[in-house]
């Protein structure tokens, strides 16, 4: 099994005829992905082909559930229509909506994160690298062939820590990898996948991986404590970041203890999480727990 994708998954594209969404379409079918159209209204009624595979694009994601069934949404529109695209999608009642996006205005996200909430629309996303259910479905542009499927479920917030431990664990392999983006605000939180995770019965092992800024983390392990009974492993980035200096994603704000790596690292040990001190370590944790091994006050 898998969270929020599956084999059975039937995917949309938003500026699938874009250089971006062209690009990546192509990839996520050769992963094994049923893309079943993109959405453009400039351009409905056209089929794009990908090597042996003939996608129909659509005026609207309305019009392209109706005729295919999707139920996922893979969003590739510049920052300015992203709100758009994804009220849009919400309205037509999709069910996932990934926001590859960057850039988006904050207050747009609030307003379509908020408003899919209400329509019953989950967003992962703005600004994310997307999900992959390995040997299943790949929404967005994690690499598909990194890995392979096997009992470990990952939560990030950051892309490029998303493939390696992906590639760290490849002979182990995941359930569902997914790179929730860290923009200040977004769509689906840790404390959203930990949930999924426990939930599914595949799932033996959570890797969450943080980073500097906010509470999310902090929010995370105090879930963890309440309701999580599987082993959850961790690694927080960005314990060499300056005090009081935003890092990279604009989330990544520190203003004295708050919102530092050590602070979301002693939260997440005090719920019971091994958190590791760089990715390759933090590999070597998730493979001593599966394997049986616990420190004392940790989880396994």
């Known amino acids: 099994m898998a969270i929020y994708l599956t084999k059975e998954s039937r995917v949309l594209v938003q500026g699938m005829t874009g250089a971006e969404g062209m690009r990546h379409t192509r990839r996520m079918l050769a992963a094994g992905t049923d893309v079943v159209g993109g959405v453009n209204p400039r351009k409905a009624g056209r089929t794009v082909n990908f090597d042996e595979r003939a996608v129909p694009v659509f005026g609207s994601v309305h019009e392209g559930m109706e005729?295919?069934?999707?139920d996922v949404t893979v969003v590739f529109v510049p920052p300015a229509f992203a709100k758009t695209a994804v009220v849009e999608a919400a309205d037509a009642g999709i069910g996932l909506a990934v926001v590859i996006t960057e850039g988006i205005p904050v207050h747009d996200s609030v307003a379509f994160t908020a408003y899919a909430r209400t329509r019953g629309t989950r967003v992962i996303g703005p600004n994310c690298p997307g999900l992959i259910?390995?040997?299943?479905?790949?929404?967005?542009?994690?690499p598909p062939d990194i890995t392979k499927p096997g009992p470990i479920g990952l939560v990030s917030k950051s892309g490029t820590l998303t493939y390696q431990l992906m590639h760290e664990l490849r002979?182990?392999?995941?359930?569902t990898c997914v790179g929730i983006g860290g923009d200040p605000v977004?769509?689906?939180t840790h404390t959203d996948c930990l949930a999924a995770f426990q939930d599914d019965p595949d799932t033996e092992l959570i890797v969450l991986i943080g980073e500097i800024g906010g509470d999310a983390e902090e929010r995370a392990a105090a879930y963890i404590r309440d309701h999580v009974t599987k082993p959850v492993v961790g690694y927080v980035?960005?314990?060499t970041a300056p005090e009081g200096r935003t890092m990279g994603h604009a989330g990544a704000i520190v203003s004295g203890s708050s919102g530092t790596a050590r602070a979301k690292k002693e939260a997440l040990e005090a719920a019971g999480v091994r958190v590791g001190s760089t990715p390759t370590e933090t590999a070597r944790h998730v493979l001593a727990v599966l394997g049986g091994e616990a420190g004392d006050g940790v989880r396994a």
């Open 67 to 70: 005729h295919t069934g999707a």
């Open 133 to 142: 259910s390995p040997g299943q479905s790949n929404a967005g542009i994690i």
């Open 171 to 175: 002979d182990t392999g995941f359930t």
């Open 186 to 188: 977004t769509g689906t």
């Open 237 to 239: 980035a960005g314990f």
